[in-house]
C-alpha cells in the first residue's frame, strides 16, 4: 500500500499530495531524499531507502517537477514505477505554473492508482516464479542496505565480475598481512635473547637515531627546527585563479566528438541543426547517450573511477531527459553544462569545513580537539599529520602528536623528528601497545597541560584486514575523536572506491554506542604527482559523502592546501 | 582574380569620390549629424548607470530550513499553498506584494529571488548578489541554537562578499516562525549572532572551498572591540516574521523602504 506520493517543483513548493492516504509521514523522508541522494547526484539510483520507507520518484525536467511515491520497506510493490510514469504523463497536461492547487487531479488520481494495482497484479501473477529469485536477492540486497546509509548507497545493483575479482585480489594480500599482524598481537612479553654462555660478548644493539636524553632535547647540530622560518603555510595562501578562455575547450571537444562519432547522426544533419537553433526538441536518451558517453570516458581519463563516472552520467541523464533544448545551443554543450553544475555541487561541501572554529569551539569547554588519521599503508600519513600540525601552530594553536602507530617501525621515531623539528610536545609508548589505551592517555595528558588539538597517528592498514580494522574501530569508539580523517592518495584509482566504503563499513558494523562515527573528512595525499588526473577526489567525495579538507602537495611543511573546486572542476572537463 | 581587381577599383572609386562628397555637403548638416551620435551615445551611457543603481532585486538567504520559500510564496500569493520542500533551484518572481494589490496606482513591482540554502548549493546565492538591491536574511528562530554557528558563518560570509561592501547592500536580518511558543526573541538572536560573529573575525584564515576565486579579503568590525552590526559599512537590521502565519510586515516594510513603490 502506498504512504504517500508528492508533486513537488524543483523549487520546493508542494503542487499536489493525495489526501485519500491522508498518513503523516514519520521523519521528514522527503527532505532526507532531496538532501542525501538528489542533490547528492544519485538521482540515477532506483530507489532509496530511509528507515521503514521506501522511496521512488521521477523527475519531469521540462516543466521542472519532481514526482515522489513512499511506500513500507517491507512491501515491495512492484507497480509504483508505472504508476509514477502515468501520473507523470496525466500531471503535465494539467500543469500551469501559475496554478498552485491541484484539487481537480485527485480523482484522476485514483483512478489511475486502480489502474496501475491491477495491472501489477496480473503483471505480478505471471512473473511470480521468474521474480522468486529476484526478490530474495532483492531482499538480501535490502538487508545489507539497512546496516549503513553511505553503504547501501554504494551498492551496484549487480556486482560486476570485476569487483568480485578486485575483492579476491585483495584478499590474499589482506590474508598475509592479516597473518603477520595475528602473530604480534598474542606475543604480550618482549623475546629475550637466550644467553648460552655466562660472559658472552653483548651485542651491539643496531639503533641509528640520534641520541636522546629524557628531555627529549636531542642532536641539535643535525635537527633544525622548523619553526616559523619555513613560510606561509599553502593553506593560508589564496589561489590566483585564471578564467581562461572556455571557446578553445569547446572547438577542441567538437572536433574530438566529430571524429569519433560519425555513426550517431541518426537524424539528419539539417534537422539537428534546424532544431538546435530553434531549440524545439526535447532531450531524448538516445540524444544524449552519446553526449555522455563521451564525458565518461573523459572522465574515466582522469582517473575517476568507473563506477563513479557511470553513477554521474546516469545521474546527469536522469536530470536533463525530456528538457527542452534551449536555442542556439548544441547536444554536447547543454550535457557539459549540467555535468560542470553537478560536479560542482558534489565538491562543495555540505557543512563547514572550518577546523578553527571548531577548534576554538572545543577550547571553551576546555577539552582538547582530537583528530585521527586513518588510511591504508604508505598513503603520507604521518607525513601529513606533521604538515597540519605546522599549520596549526602558525595560526597559534598549541598541537600535540601521539604516536599510535605501534606497530610499524620507526613510526614513532618519525614523528619523535616531526615533533623536536616543529617544537611541540609527542606522546608515546614505544611500540607494541594497545593504540586504543595510548590514545585515550595521549588525551588525558592533553587536557591536563591544556593543548588544543591531539594529532593521533595510526598505522596503515589494508580495508580487508578484518582484525586491524576491528582495531581501528575500538580506538574510534573509546576515544571518541572531533574529527577522523581519511587519508587517501590521489593516486590511486578504482580503489579509492573500496577503500572508503570499507572503511565507513566496517566502522559503523562494528561500532557499538548509539552514535557510529563515519568518516568526517579527507585528506588528498601526493597531489603534485598527478598532473590533472585528479578525478580521484571526485570518487572519494562521492563515494563517502565527505567534503576534502586538505590537499597535500609535496614533502615539506609549507606544502598544505584548499580544494579549489572551480579550478577542480574545469581541469576534470578539459 | 579579375574579381578582386574590380572590387579593388571599385573600393578605391568610392575612397576617391568620399571627401569630395563630404565636401559637398554644407558643413551645419554634418556638424548635425555628428552632435546627434553624440547625443545618443551620452544618452545611452546614462541610462545604463542609471539603471544600474536602481536594480529591484531583493534575496532571500539563510540556511536550508529557516523557511525561505515559504515567506517566498506568502509575500507573492499571501499563502503558502500546501507546503514547501527543501529547494533544489531558486525561486524567482517580479510582482507586487499581495498585500498591496488592493492599493490603487502603479506600484513598482519587486523582483524576489529565494536562493536555495542547502550548503551544496551555495555558488546559486553568489551569482545573484551582484544585482541585489537588498537582502533578507532568514533565520529559523525555533531552531535557533543549534544552527546558530552554520548561520553566523554564512552571514559573515555574506557580509563580507565584495559586493556587498562595495555597494553597501542593506541586510534585513529576519527572524522567522515567531509564531511558535519557543521561539527566541529578535533581541536574543541579533546577540547570539554578533557573538559567534566574534568568532568569526578572530580567525586570520578561512577555509571556506568555494571562495577560492571571489575576493572575500573585506573584514568587519573594528579592531579592538566586540563585533556589533553597527560596525558594518551597510545597514543590517533586525526585523520578526512568520511564514506560516503571514506576518510580513516587517519584512515587506524593510523591502519597500529600498525599492520605493
Known sequence: MLEQLLIFTRGGLILWTCKELGKALKGSPIDTLIRSCLLEERSGEVSFNYEAYTLKWTFHNDLGLVFVAVYQRILHLLYVDDLLSMVKESFSEIYDPKRMSYDDFDETFRQLRMEAEARGMTNGNHKMEDDDSDKTNGKENTADNVVLDPSKLMKLRSKGVRGRGGVRKT???????????????????????????????????????????????????????????????????????????????????????????????????????????????????????????????????????????????????????????????????????????????????????????????????????????????????????????????????????????????????????????????????????????????????????????????????????????????????????????????????????????????????????????????????????????????????????????????????????????????????? | MENLEDLKLMVEQWTNQGPEYLQKIPPFQLYAAIGLLLLTTVLLLSFRLVRRTKSNTVLLSGLSGSGKTVLFYQLRDGSSHQGSVTSMEPNEGTFVFHSEHAKKGKIKPVHLVDAPGHSRLRPKLEEFLPQAAAIVFVVDALEFLPNCRAASEYLYDILTNANVVKKKIPVLLCCNKTDKLTAHTKEFIKKQMEKEMQYEKLRASRSAVSTADIANDYTIGIEGEVFSFSHCCNRVTVAEASGLNGETVQVQDFIREYIKP
Open chain 1, 171 to 574: 584478499d590474499s594480500i589482506g590474508n598475509k598481512s592479516s597473518k603477520v599482524a595475528a602473530a604480534e598481537p598474542p606475543k604480550k612479553a618482549t623475546k629475550k635473547n637466550r644467553v648460552w654462555d655466562d660472559a658472552a660478548p653483548k651485542q651491539v644493539k643496531l639503533d641509528f637515531t640520534d641520541s636522546v636524553d629524557e628531555n627529549g632535547n636531542g642532536n641539535h647540530d643535525h635537527v633544525d627546527i622548523a619553526a616559523a622560518d619555513q613560510g606561509e603555510s599553502m593553506m593560508d595562501k589564496e589561489e590566483v585563479f585564471s578564467s581562461d578562455d572556455e571557446s578553445e575547450d569547446d572547438d577542441d571537444d567538437e572536433l574530438r566528438s566529430d571524429e569519433k562519432k560519425p555513426e550517431a547522426k541518426k537524424k539528419g544533419w539539417f534537422s539537428s541543426v534546424f532544431q538546435s537553433i530553434t531549440g524545439k526538441a526535447n532531450l531524448e536518451r538516445t540524444d544524449l547517450e552519446p553526449a555522455l558517453k563521451a564525458l565518461k570516458e573523459r572522465l574515466m581519463t582522469k582517473n575517476v573511477a568507473e563506477e563513479i563516472a557511470e553513477k554521474l552520467c546516469e545521474s546527469v541523464e536522469a536530470s536533463l531527459e525530456g528538457k527542452k533544448l534551449a536555442s542556439f545551443t548544441r547536444i554536447s554543450s547543454t550535457v557539459q553544462g549540467a555535468m560542470e553544475d553537478a560536479l560542482i555541487r558534489i565538491l562543495t561541501p555540505r557543512r563547514s569545513i572550518d577546523i578553527m572554529r571548531d577548534v576554538h569551539a572545543a577550547k571553551e569547554q576546555r577539552r582538547p580537539y582530537v583528530v585521527v588519521f586513518v588510511g591504508v599503508n604508505g598513503v603520507g600519513k604521518s607525513t601529513n599529520l606533521a604538515k597540519v600540525a605546522y599549520w596549526l601552530q602558525q595560526h597559534k594553536v598549541s598541537v600535540m602528536m601521539a604516536a599510535c602507530d605501534t606497530f610499524r617501525s620507526g613510526a614513532v621515531e618519525q614523528l619523535r623528528t616531526h615533533a623536536r623539528r616543529l617544537q611541540i610536545p609527542i606522546f608515546e609508548k614505544g611500540y607494541e601497545k594497545d593504540p586504543a589505551v595510548v590514545a585515550k592517555e595521549a588525551i588525558q595528558e592533553a587536557t591536563r597541560n591544556g593543548s588544543d588539538v591531539v594529532l593521533v597517528d595510526t598505522a596503515g592498514r589494508m580495508q580487508d584486514n578484518e582484525p586491524l580494522m576491528r582495531a581501528l574501530s575500538k580506538l574510534i569508539n573509546l576515544n571518541k575523536p572531533d574529527l577522523v580523517l581519511f587519508v587517501g592518495e590521489a593516486l590511486v584509482g578504482n580503489d579509492a572506491v573500496d577503500q572508503l566504503s570499507k572503511f565507513n563499513q566496517k566502522l559503523s558494523d562494528l561500532s557499538n554506542s548509539g552514535t557510529t562515527r563515519l568518516i568526517d573528512g579527507i585528506l588528498l595525499t601526493k597531489f603534485d604527482t598527478i598532473d590533472d588526473k585528479v578525478g580521484a577526489a571526485l570518487s572519494m567525495v562521492y563515494i563517502s559523502g565527505a567534503p576534502v579538507m586538505f590537499v597535500g602537495c609535496g614533502q615539506s611543511y609549507t606544502d598544505l592546501k584548499k580544494l579549489n573546486v572551480k579550478a577542480i572542476v574545469k581541469t576534470l572537463l578539459k
